[in-house]
């Protein structure tokens, strides 16, 4: 029995609270107490071998899987009254665990590409794995196409949801954020870079010789040569940053957020000295701290940040590394001390050296302890010699521990980027699958409600109706009774929702799954024509009757043809192809068929609206 | 030695964790008006839902969601939560509850069934439903319908409602309902009467 049936009694019964502020008297039940739900019976099922056995509804809570539905039958063995499947029964464990759990769980020590068959030959969809395991599947399946040399990593996390950003600063921040969004954004990005670019290099090639001073000793810099060419140069760059900074805090949602944020902040330093350039005269006295502005400059290269993402995990990592590098600071400092301090202390004697003071001799630690030794200073007695040896010995130790924690550190911070990606975008994805189902079900119910009133109306009209219909799901019609309690209680009706299309393209030769239910429900009427053409030989007229009061308080005999519509509604299911899903879950994904959308956690509701 | 006190003082202050045990199918059989076979069907629902035997107001909530998929049930589930004792089982129910709240209210007699209604529409437990109270419980019943609806809700519908509603079960017009007030209401209503009896389940 469908484990979320179980509470159906409870949430009917909870519905009685409605009963006195009804505005209209409830109808009555659709069942009768003497009508009995048919008994529940096991399946055997033979996988090479390996026997299973199961609840038939617990292999029907997924109607479009192979199990679940009429395919079945296709596996049966009539000798032995047993479905047989010639598949590997290692894994068929897991899809039977599905059924009954709702969890898909990856076996880590299968190999992925005979684990996807399996799950393409019982027609489930590899997008239910469960969380637990669905992180282990996406990584081995990364592997695997990278190593066939078939990149399927798309890059679509930028391109979901395009919503209508209703105001121009909403478009432009996420212009800004997110380069990729749109052409204009790109540009802007490019352009950017560009002039960083030419920024940095000026700054660099001003400072090359260009000839020799006239009437002077020495080089003329470049710089000074072509003022005028620098300084239009510095200008244009300088327009540009400042009209980039200026439309930044324009867009930005929270400006005071934005003004504190580290990018900004490098943003102002970078365009702040020409400006303080600009104000100040050629005064010798402040021309020395003209020059130092001058150095601020060279900070425009940190702008590309905005353009590399490995440059702001680097920097984030080197934040969060903030205690290694602590460490590493430290114990260089401790080592530094000690070994100047006896450096000192060995060659104090030796005339004209030096190792003039302890502070002097910290230049000659430092210089040993990174095995740099430029040999500007060099020890002369034998004892120094003996310290400098070991103090070049242990600076190779003491700079190699921290080293590979910062490493990892990063490799991780990284990786745990990547894997915030990807669930961002297995998030969306099941969002949107819980956004269709509900929608789905929603649409069942009003779309069931129009067949009872099409029935009804035929009925009124005096059309023959075929007394034709079986065993229907009692729990889907309990349920269907109390929405229309709640219907009656609050004097208002169920209408149908516009399912949005989300704007993602469509895969060639496949209808658009979410067609909007006024589509579906017309198809839908088409086969019930088609199908109560067979079996009752009339034809029925949908008529929408809306507003009647009087319409429900009616008995409500048992639907007719409701075994048509459901058959019909599971045809029009059939009718989309199956495709094995292969490709990476993003929301790009969307199931074809609208009531196999539930993966692991989501819950079952769909055994009642198929 | 002095290890092993250490080690002493720490079981006794550790607590084994103990598994909730669920009563007896043949007590609950004899103390609900299920019968055996009902029991046993809503109880195997039951445990797959819950594997350890209590359902938390989270799950609840998330459970009653599902059937009213077009709005927002979970206000509604928590009143109707709050109607269910917890007994021991600190804010969790457990299957007996469950079972004993069913019981009572889709099969129980008229008076046990106001009498549970009266419950839930009594939020602070006072023996008085006011109109505040009331207008809560019918806006957690609004919101079950969600947007799509015809005509649309709007958020005047439900205070409308229940100003329309409000005078007429209390009758001496002192602002409140008390529970003679509403029995006295819904027997009056012979519609009123056949509604309670709409919504029941079978198994």
Not at chain 1, 71 to 95: C, T, V
Not at chain 1, 277 to 282: E, N, S
Not at chain 1, 598 to 608: A, G, K, M, N, P
Not at chain 2, 4 to 16: A, F, P, R, S, V
């Amino acid at each position: 029995m469908a484990s979320v049936a179980a509470w159906l009694p409870f949430a009917r019964a909870a519905a009685i609270g409605w009963v006195p502020i009804a505005t209209h008297p409830l109808p009555p039940p659709p069942i009768s107490k003497d009508r009995r739900k048919s008994e529940d019976e096991k399946l055997l099922i033979n996988v090479s071998g390996r026997r299973f056995e199961t609840w038939r509804n617990t292999l029907e809570k997924y109607p479009d899987t192979l199990l679940g539905s009429n395919e079945r039958e296709f596996f049966y063995d009539e000798d032995s009254k047993q479905y047989f499947f010639d598949r590997d029964p290692d894994i068929f464990r897991h899809i039977l665990n599905y059924y009954r759990t709702g969890k898909l769980h990856y076996p880590k020590h299968e190999c992925l590409t005979s684990y996807e068959e399996e799950l393409a030959f019982f027609g489930i969809l590899s997008d239910v794995i469960g969380d637990c395991c669905f992180e282990d599947y996406k990584d081995r399946k990364r592997e695997n196409s990278e190593r066939l040399m078939d990149d399927k990593l798309s890059e679509n996390g930028d391109n979901q949801n395009l919503q209508q950003l209703t105001n121009i600063r909403q478009k432009m921040w996420r212009s800004f954020e997110n380069p990729h969004t749109s052409t204009s954004a790109l540009v802007f990005y490019y352009v950017t870079g560009f002039f960083i670019a030419v920024s940095v290099m000026a700054n660099v090639i001003e400072t090359v010789s260009c000839g020799i001073k006239p009437g002077r000793s020495g080089t003329l810099p470049c710089g000074e040569r072509y003022k005028i060419v620098f300084f239009c140069l510095d200008t244009a760059c300088v327009m540009i940053f400042t009209a980039e900074y200026l439309l930044r805090l324009f867009a930005a949602p929270d400006r005071c957020k934005f003004m504190r944020s580290v990018m900004s902040i490098i943003d102002v330093v970078a365009i702040m000295p020409y400006y303080i350039g600009l104000g100040i005269t050629d005064n010798d006295d402040v021309s020395g701290a003209f020059v130092t502005l001058r150095v601020f400059r060279v900070f425009r290269i940190f702008k590309f940040s905005r353009h590399s993402q490995g440059l702001r995990i680097l920097g984030y990592t080197l934040k969060s590394c903030a205690s290694e590098l602590g460490f590493l600071v430290f114990s260089l400092a401790m080592a530094i001390i000690i070994f100047a301090t006896v450096m000192f202390y060995a060659e104090k004697n030796v005339e004209s050296t030096n190792f003039t003071s302890i502070p002097a001799a910290f230049w000659y630690t430092i210089v040993t302890m990174t095995t740099l030794g430029y040999g500007d200073m060099v020890p002369k007695t034998i004892a120094g010699k003996i310290v400098g040896g070991v103090c070049s010995l242990s600076g190779v130790l003491v700079i190699a521990l921290p080293v590979p924690v910062i490493v990892s550190n990063f490799s991780r911070i990284y990786h745990q980027n990547q894997r915030a990606d990807k669930r961002k975008a297995q998030r969306k994805a099941r969002l949107a699958r819980i956004r269709i189902a509900k929608a789905s079900s929603g649409a069942a119910f009003v779309s069931k409600k129009k067949a009872a009133e099409a029935r009804l109306a035929a009925q009124e009209s005096g059309l023959e109706v075929d007394e034709n219909y079986r065993e229907e799901d009692i729990f889907e019609l309990q349920h269907h009774h109390l929405l229309r309690c709640l219907e009656k209680t609050t004097d208002r009706e169920f209408v149908e929702m516009e399912v949005p299309y989300n704007g993602q393209p469509k895969r060639p030769g496949s209808p658009s799954p979410m067609a909007s239910p006024t589509h579906s429900t017309a198809s839908n009427t088409g086969l019930l024509q088609a199908c109560c053409g067979r079996c009752c030989g009339q034809r029925y007229q949908v008529k929408a009757i809306r507003h009647d009061p009087n319409f429900f308080t009616d008995q409500c005999a048992p639907f007719l043809c409701t075994y048509i519509y459901l058959h019909s509604f599971s045809f029009f299911l059939y009718s989309f192809p199956h495709t094995p899903h292969t490709s990476d879950d993003d929301d790009n994904n969307i199931p074809y068929t609208i009531s196999h959308v539930f993966s692991s956690d989501d819950r079952r509701l769909i055994t009642f609206f198929n | 030695m002095d290890k092993i006190n250490d080690l002493d003082l720490e079981d006794l202050n550790y607590q084994l964790p103990r598994r909730h045990r669920t009563e007896e199918l043949a007590k609950l059989a004899n103390s609900t008006k299920f019968t055996r076979k009902e029991i046993q069907l809503i109880y195997r629902g039951f445990k797959q839902e819950c594997p350890t035997g209590l359902v938390d107001e989270d799950n609840f909530k998330a459970i009653f969601s599902q059937f009213f998929p077009q709005g927002d049930a979970s206000q509604y589930a928590h009143y109707v939560f709050n109607t269910i004792k917890q007994g021991q089982n600190n804010g969790k129910i457990g299957f007996e509850d469950f079972l004993n709240i069913l019981s009572r209210v889709s099969r129980g007699t008229v008076q046990e069934k106001l009498q549970w209604i009266f419950g839930l529409y009594d939020l602070n437990g006072d023996g008085l439903i006011t109109q505040a109270e009331m207008l809560d419980v019918v806006n957690s019943i609004y919101d079950m319908l969600g947007r799509n609806t015809e005509p649309q809700v709007e958020t005047t519908s439900a205070k409308e409602h229940v100003e329309k509603i409000f005078h007429q079960i209390d009758t001496n017009k002192d602002g409140v309902v008390t529970i003679e007030e509403l029995v006295d209401w819904c027997l009056q209503d012979e519609k009123i009467v056949q509604s309670l009896e709409m919504l029941d389940t079978v198994l």
